[in-house]
């Protein structure tokens, strides 16, 4: 349901770089996301220089504060923390682009048959639709999950079916009107088929809901993969997971150990506003009543 | 009452990728509209016609850019005043009844723009005026015919005691006689004093009501004229374009003219707009742009007109 | 060639009937007018005429044939407003060929411009766009052409450009035009037979 509401959102975000002068709104709002997406890449490439053998247990080095040597601190085996949640960090971006990306698929094309392949099919899709959202999101997505017996596979899967919902809900409507409008009938009378219309006029006018959907679906992912997995229903605690980070991290907040939660938590915050950006600017981008601010 | 000068409005556009361009879509216009006179403003779309009713209202969109004066009742019409004025003094009648609020009963849309004093009183007093019945105070839009739902437009345009009205489209496709009551109410604003400028692209619809015409094209007034001119084959007009405009009418000659106007994405050429349409068209017409002058109690921009 | 609309009977849903045992016929090389008062259900016939709504009742039958309901319609309608009958995100040129219509001569007397072609539909005004339509609802598989309040949104100026052109048209392809409008004066103008549509759908020539 967010993603909807975060599209019918005003953005600030773009006016974040008006302190450079000179910069047409256009110009401001690529900034925006191409500094959105290097933070992104950074942390995967940095995931894939860090060392391995930092996450390894060293016990002389065990319960050490934030330090020059290491960045965020050390935890209860001696584990480079900064290690830790940045691999943590991509390997939530990893299952959070596979989740949203088959999320977005099933919401397209569930989205175009409930609109075009006549009335049974369009009830039964909204009522599976509306059963999906009737049920909390986290409830649907452990039973999925557990019942695939965990595993990234099964955050995947429990993520990716969980989704799809609001963006079917809006392709569908989207379908819907342009179905009848006037270019399209008129394009059926000049002889062209259903699906021609169907790929030519009216898929066209879905790619930025796609787009822009897909990119919103990431933050949502993402947390909900680290939810599960700090319930314990997700990835396996071997994992550098943040879900499993932050959950270990819980046992040893009393001792004072705040950096254990604080910096992997704020990186997830990071890493999360970071694809909201993305998206919201995307949308501005593409919206025309923006387009020439 | 309203005085607009050498106004010129344009657009900060992008082009493809980064690049943005001005592109110029009104220049150097200027009109005047007195206390109980009808202006209709006539002109194609895409002449900026409803673009200089945004511009008096103060709601062109954010990349727009205003140059020259608009004074009302001899003040500067600045942001702030246009925001003070817009509802009150200065009011919008819309294209179409979908503008009332659906979800909105009548009486209470009406006494919602009443303003100042005793909305209930005003209310009453309009709704009297324009002949809509008690029951209507109560009803949804959806509940009323085309011409009370008309009717309910024009009250809640004018409840808040309006000097200035401005009517954009107001008669799209009408049937004729609600055209008829709409354009009446129009003229009975004006006998009452209030300057109302009229938007159209109908000249038919302008002949009917207006006391004066002025003619758009291409972003700028080629002709403001009394409408007595509007008569015979055009004689008493002073611009090519208004002829042309006079003699394509159904009911006269339906005489079409080639070419098609300039439009603002390219850049607008040197000399008269109309000059590659124009038959009298001469060299002077090519390099210099003709300045408005006053002809025959009316204004013209055109190096031939007599 | 003719184009005929017998018993013809309309209403949305259970609501009034719009259109009750409706007649109306339009010849090859006709020019037919309808006229009536907003809301009389001009523009519901106009669909149905084209095929765009089946009517409830009666039929409508095109040289005593039911219509075909694949191919190219034979039929074509232009709308009141161009800007929805255009794809926003197709550039004029895609526009034009969608119907498959290629003829310069044509392009020039509606007066569209070369430069126009690679435009995109909101960067022309309505009169500009209104040209596209027409033109690319004359084909040579056209045989009637249904005008529901084509010019209404234009220019005289315009408005005669684009009638003059669909009437020689009309005339060198002996086509039929049903002209649906509200304006007398141009019905007058344009028509060789009137047809007066009156509320409650009981109309007659």
Redesign the interface.
């Known amino acids: 349901m967010s993603e909807i509401s975060a599209v019918t959102r005003d953005s600030r975000n773009s006016k974040f770089f008006k302190f450079i002068p000179g910069l047409n709104r256009r110009q401001r709002t690529l900034l925006m996301i191409a500094s959105s997406v290097l933070v992104l890449a950074a942390v995967i490439m940095a995931s894939l220089l860090l060392d391995n053998e930092k996450i390894a247990t060293h016990f002389d080095e065990k319960n050490l504060g934030p330090s020059l040597e290491h960045f965020f601190g050390t935890d209860w085996l001696g584990r480079d923390m900064f290690t830790r949640t940045v691999k943590g960090l991509s390997l939530s971006i990893y299952i959070g682009l596979i989740a949203s990306a088959v999320s977005v698929v099933i919401a397209l094309v569930l989205g175009m048959s409930a609109a075009t392949m006549g009335k049974t099919v369009d009830r039964v899709i909204t009522w599976i639709v509306d059963l999906f959202l009737g049920m909390p999101h986290l409830v649907a997505l452990i039973l999925i999950a557990f019942t695939l017996g965990g595993g990234a596979k099964g955050v995947i899967i429990g993520v990716a079916f969980t989704h799809w919902t609001s963006l079917t809900r809006v392709i569908r409507a989207e379908v819907l009107q342009l179905r009848s409008a006037e270019f399209v009938q008129i394009s059926r009378h000049m002889g062209k088929s259903r699906w021609w219309t169907a790929f030519h006029h009216i898929l066209p006018h879905l790619v930025p809901q796609f787009f822009v959907g897909f990119v919103l679906l990431f933050p949502h992912a993402i947390l909900h993969e680290a939810s599960i997995t700090f319930l314990g229903f997700g990835l396996s605690p071997h994992k550098p997971a943040i879900g499993v980070i932050l959950s270990e991290a819980m046992k040893y907040l009393s001792t004072g150990m705040w950096w254990l939660a604080f910096f992997p938590g704020l990186s997830l915050l990071i890493i999360v506003r970071a694809f909201d950006i993305i998206g919201e600017n995307l949308r501005l981008l593409i919206d025309p009543h923006h387009a020439h601010d | 009452m309203l005085k607009v000068n050498n106004l010129s409005i344009s ?4 082009q493809a990728g ?1 690049k ?1 361009r001005n592109l110029q879509v009104i220049s150097n216009l200027s009109i005047k509209i007195d206390a109980g006179e009808i202006l209709a403003v006539v ?4 002449s900026g016609k409803s673009l200089l009713a945004h511009a008096i209202l103060g709601i062109l ?3 727009a850019m205003v140059s020259g004066s608009m004074l009302y009742k001899g003040a500067e019409l600045t942001p702030e005043i246009q925001k003070k004025l817009r509802g009150a003094d200065i009011t919008l009648i819309p294209q179409s009844v979908n503008f009332l609020d659906p979800l909105m009963k009548i009486g209470e849309q009406v006494r919602c723009s009443a303003g100042s004093g005793n909305p209930r009183e005003k209310q009453k007093s309009i709704f009297r005026r324009y002949s809509l019945d008690e029951k209507a105070e109560n009803q949804y839009p959806f509940q009323l015919s ?1 011409g009370m739902a008309r009717r309910a437009l024009v009250a809640s345009a004018v409840v808040g005691g309006a000097r200035l009205i401005i009517a954009d489209e107001p008669t ?7 055209v008829r009551e709409t354009l009446g109410h129009l003229r009975e604003l004006a006998d009452d004093g209030c300057a109302v400028m009229l938007i159209t ?4 619809t302008a002949l009917s009501v207006a006391d004066n015409i002025a003619v758009f094209y291409s972003g700028t007034t080629v002709e403001i004229a009394p409408t007595a001119d509007f008569k015979g084959s055009g004689e008493a007009l002073r611009h090519p374009y208004t002829r ?3 003699n ?4 006269n000659e ?8 300039p ?1 603002h ?2 850049h607008l050429k040197e000399g008269c707009l109309f000059e590659p349409r124009c038959s009298q068209s001469s060299q002077e017409c090519k390099c210099s742009t003709p300045e408005i002058r006053e002809i025959r109690k009316g204004k013209v921009r055109c190096h031939n007109a007599t | 060639m003719q184009l005929r609309a017998e018993n013809i009977s309309f209403r949305y849903g259970k609501g009034d009937w719009i259109l009750k045992d409706f007649n109306i016929e339009l010849n090859q090389g006709e020019i037919l007018g309808l006229t009536g008062p907003s809301g009389c259900g001009k523009s519901t016939l106009a669909k149905i005429l084209a095929g765009y709504e089946r009517p409830l009742g009666g039929s409508v039958e095109l040289d005593s044939r039911s219509f075909p309901s694949k191919g190219f319609n034979p039929v074509q309608l232009v709308f009141q407003h161009p800007e929805k009958a255009v794809n926003p995100r197709w550039q004029m040129h895609r526009i034009l060929r969608e119907s498959g219509c290629q003829d310069d001569s044509l392009y020039r007397s509606l007066g569209i411009e070369e430069s126009w072609m690679k435009r995109w539909p909101n960067e022309l005004s309505g009169g500009e766009l209104q040209r596209f339509c027409v033109a690319r609802a004359l084909t040579r598989q056209t045989r009637f052409l249904i005008a529901d309040e084509m010019t209404t949104m234009l220019d005289a100026i315009t408005q005669a450009q684009i009638w003059h052109v669909v009437l020689e048209y009309a005339k060198q392809n002996n086509m039929g035009v049903l002209v649906v409008s509200h304006e007398n004066r141009l019905i007058e103008r344009l028509c060789d037979r009137v047809v007066c549509l009156r509320d409650n759908a009981a109309g007659r020539t």
């Open positions: 657009f900060i556009q992008y980064l943005q002109g194609s779309s895409g969109p954010k990349n085309g799209p496709g009408l049937h004729p006689q609600i692209h109908d000249i038919g042309a405009l006079w394509a009418l159904p009911q339906f005489q079409p003219v080639e070419g098609f106007q439009s994405s390219g």
